[in-house]
């Protein structure tokens, strides 16, 4: 039979603008995915926005990266600059963009598993956006597809909960303008506390009577699932969640799983570089780290094929995100695949929100969440965190009190990239090798594996401007 070329294009129920290209062939008597390219096919990023800018302005303008993780961007951005400004947040602060930061995450794990990726799998009614559609070849019964849409539906309602939760301290969401160098705007009162742990019980409630369980029944009703999408294996984590001041105790640790060892290993951020031979940028940026990398665009270029950088770590490539995380921390050791991926990250949901329920209980009121930060005339900073996808940094330097250099590096960046200096496969083209495929014109399968690691390529891509100018403010 000769070999059938899929194009999926653009995948939709993602954030941004992603395409999928997939040869299908019979191997072994399994009609399967034998070649993938994943191509970030929209240009745009921060970066230059932000040259030239007020320090400041970072966490206000990162944000705005996009509109599933900003509270995460902007997480990135104030830990670069307290670092810059070589400032502490004090103790209310830390708990308080803990809670902000959380409320991101919890609204983003409930909008992947229902809004994007349960139509993969059940049947909804005929209408938009349910149609138009491919078939997902259903399992369930009425009653039990009833019971997923009833949970889809009441998944909105949640979402929503889940952000006016993060209003609180977060003064609005998406978006948040209170994360600032030294601390955060906001003052609790008792009020605010006894607001947010109500928001807080109704989300733990949705989680445990629905999210999970729900979790599971299609993991029981699609149970090859758990040995497609693999990919490489190995698994990295930023880490996240400041458990004390100083920021050496966090609720998600740093570290690394290396596919075939057991032990988990230190993450070193100076072990990170960006590939850009199949990117199209320029090839002075290649396999540089990110402290010292630019972003500077050549197309067309001969082999590029994405506007995805590649990060690589020691020269690896690594997944991240919510499987990553738990797998770093030990709490989840079930193996890599869809549903692995799908089931850690609702178990992720409750381990967060009920340490959310300890910061809550920890929040003195009534007292300022802000030490004095002043911008230094020359300084770096380097922010890490993790989104909700995943291992987020940003890379920070300042001249004349005015931002001289900034990259960012995203959870789809790493998930989604392309190929290497070395030609590795990016993760999720890995994963998608060998995904069996029913019908190659309604390659559902390979939709499943790509929902799966919730690519965000609204976080994923770059942006220039036409004309360097040296003083960006001037002109707007
Ligand atoms: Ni646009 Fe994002 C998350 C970040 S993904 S959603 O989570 O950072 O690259």
Not at 127 to 143: I, Q, S, Y
Not at 339 to 366: F, G, I, N, Y
Not at 374 to 403: D, F, N, V, Y
Not at 441 to 458: A, G, K, T, W
């Amino acid at each position: 039979m000769p070999v059938i070329t899929a194009s999926i294009d653009p995948v939709t129920r993602i954030e941004g603008h992603l395409k999928v290209d997939v040869k299908v062939d019979t191997v072994n008597g399994v009609q399967q995915v034998v070649d993938v390219h994943a191509i970030g096919t929209l240009f745009r990023g921060f970066e230059k926005i932000l040259e030239h800018r007020d320090p400041r302005d970072a966490p206000i303008v990162t944000s705005r990266i996009c509109g599933v993780c900003p509270t995460s961007h902007a997480m990135a951005a104030v830990l670069s600059l307290d670092q810059a400004c070589g400032v502490a947040a004090p103790e209310p602060a830390r708990l308080m963009r803990n809670l902000v930061h959380g409320a991101c995450y919890l609204e983003s794990h409930i909008l992947h598993f229902y809004l994007l990726s349960l139509p993969d799998y059940i049947k909804g009614p005929s209408m938009a956006p349910w149609l138009p559609g491919w078939d997902p070849g259903l399992r369930l019964d009425r009653a039990a597809e009833g019971g997923f849409l009833g949970h889809y539906l009441a998944a909105i309602e949640v979402r929503r909960k889940a952000h006016e939760m993060g209003a609180i301290y977060g003064g609005k969401l998406p978006h948040t303008p209170a994360f600032i160098a030294g601390g955060i705007t906001a003052v609790s009162s008792a009020d605010d506390k006894s607001q947010f742990g109500a928001y807080l019980d109704e989300l733990i409630a949705f989680i445990e009577g629905s999210y999970i369980p729900d979790v599971e029944r299609l993991a029981s009703l699609y149970p090859e699932y758990f040995s497609i999408g693999r990919g490489y294996g190995h698994l990295l984590s930023f880490g996240a969640y400041e458990l004390n001041n100083a920021g050496t105790s966090k609720l998600f640790a740093p570290g690394r799983v290396v596919s075939g060892t057991p032990e988990v290993q230190a993450m070193n951020a100076s072990a990170i570089s960006e590939h850009i031979v199949h990117s199209w940028y320029h090839p002075s940026t290649n396999d540089v780290h990110p402290a010292v990398g630019d972003t500077i665009p050549q197309y067309p270029k001969l082999e590029a094929y994405s506007w995805l950088k590649s990060p690589r770590y020691a020269g690896l490539p690594y997944e991240c995100g919510p499987l990553a995380r738990m797998a770093v921390n030990g709490d989840y050791s079930h193996g890599v695949s869809v549903m692995d991926r799908h089931r850690a990250r609702a178990w992720e949901a409750r381990k967060l929100a009920l340490a959310m329920k300890d910061w809550l209980s920890q929040l003195a009121v009534d007292v300022s969440a802000y030490t004095p930060a002043a911008i230094p005339t020359t300084g770096a900073g380097m922010g890490l965190t993790e989104a909700p996808r995943g291992a987020l940094g940003h890379w920070l330097s300042i001249a004349s009190q005015k931002i001289a250099h900034y990259q960012v590096i995203t959870p789809t960046c790493w998930n989604i990239s392309p190929r290497d200096s070395a030609h590795q496969m990016g993760p999720l083209e890995k994963a998608l090798m060998g995904t069996p495929v029913a019908n190659a014109d309604q390659p559902i399968e390979v939709l499943r594996v790509i929902h799966s690691v919730d690519p965000c390529l609204d976080c994923a891509t770059h942006v220039m401007r036409a004309e360097p100018t040296k003083n960006r403010r001037e002109e707007i």
